[in-house]
């Protein structure tokens, strides 16, 4: 009865319907196409409606949530062009959702083809449809190898889990490509400073150093200046892991944070990760808060630098003992005033 009720051509509420429907269909193993046999007009013009600008975005968001159950000769055209960068950010990242549910190998390069460019929602809905299938993780291992991407793009979790993937190929793969990738400078600078690992640091030294070195972008204990990740939840990070964060910033990379640049039509360029965004403009934002505004009709060029916001080279300014402090101070910054008897 329900089904009987559509009209050959979807508005909203027929493709809300019919996405209730294939979603409780899929519980039960049945699949939404097979059952509309006898009305594959329904599901065919959700494609046009999904790239069809003039249409309100919330109906076009609702078709393509209907391409999950459309055939893929059919779906793939419209899913591809709404990866498109000219398209709303939700569209795109509906589109990427859809795409993921499509077991065919061309779905890891459409998704890759947008990544240079992608915005942080885009670039999690990328990541988790990537991370789904063996085959896409085996085509993430391929954009590393090629210098299409950096090993830290992809995040903490995802890099954790591709490196203990349960198919021993893949894991094994996975820690040749990323050991290949990591650069022999960095890795010589962090056997360096180890040392400072083992050091009785100073905290109230580290504090000063942090000041200086750190407080442009991060903001601990009310010193500094909150633009990038918050990291004053340290107290559960080991010495190790902060020793790496520091030292080698882009190895793990906070997509939220990406760094991106910018060149705009006027020739000038921008960098900085996006802290805000509207259909019409996008604010980047840097060291001390700074933040440029830039419309996107002025925009010429735009993709991830593939490294951190926060630059390298911080040896340069911190000895191995000052290493120690500053460590000492991340990691017990809030008990650096407190009575003798709070720190136990």
């Known amino acids: 009865a329900v089904v009987g009720g559509l009209s050959p051509t979807p508005g909203r509420r027929e493709a809300s319907v019919l996405n209730g429907l294939a979603e409780g269909m899929a519980r039960r193993g049945t699949k939404l196409g097979e059952f509309l046999g006898a009305l ?12 069809d600008g003039g249409r309100p975005l919330p109906e076009r968001l609702d078709a393509v949530r209907l391409l999950v159950h459309v055939p893929w000769d059919a779906a793939s055209p419209a899913l591809g062009a709404l990866l498109a960068d000219d398209q709303p950010q939700d569209l795109r990242i509906a589109a990427t959702a859809a795409l993921s549910t499509h077991g065919r190998p061309e779905v890891a390069g459409m998704l890759m083809a947008s990544w240079k460019k992608a915005l942080p929602a885009l670039r999690r809905e990328i990541l988790e449809a990537m991370g789904r299938r063996p085959e896409r993780i085996q085509a993430l291992l391929d954009e590393i190898e090629a210098d299409r991407m950096a090993p830290g793009e992809l995040g903490a979790s995802l890099l954790k889990a591709v490196l203990n993937h349960g198919d021993a190929s893949i894991r094994d793969r996975a820690k040749k490509v990323v050991q290949n990738k990591m650069p022999e400078e960095r890795q010589k600078i962090i056997d360096r400073y180890k040392t400072a690992l ?17 407080a442009a972008c991060h903001k601990i204990a009310g010193v500094g200046t909150l633009v990038g990740p918050d990291i004053s939840d340290t107290l559960s990070k080991q010495p190790e892991q902060l020793l790496v964060d520091i030292l080698d910033p882009s190895r793990v990379i906070d997509n939220n944070y990406a760094n991106f640049l910018v060149k705009t039509k006027s020739g000038t360029v921008l960098t900085g990760f996006i802290s805000a965004q509207t259909a019409s403009s996008l604010t980047l934002r840097r060291g001390e808060g700074q933040e440029d505004v830039v419309l996107r009709q002025d925009i010429e060029e735009m993709k991830s630098s593939g490294v951190s916001l926060m630059p390298e080279g911080l040896e340069k300014n911190v000895t191995v003992e000052g290493m120690a402090d500053l460590i000492a101070f991340l990691k017990g910054w809030r008990f650096i005033d407190a009575p003798e008897r709070e720190k136990r």
């Not at 007009?41 to 999904?50: D, F, N, R, W």
């Not at 083992?198 to 750190?214: I, Y």
């Open 198 to 214: 083992g050091m009785a640091g100073d905290a109230k030294r580290g504090r000063d150093l942090f000041k200086t070195n750190c």
């Open 40 to 51: 594959p007009e329904v599901l065919s013009q959700a494609a046009g409606i999904a790239k």
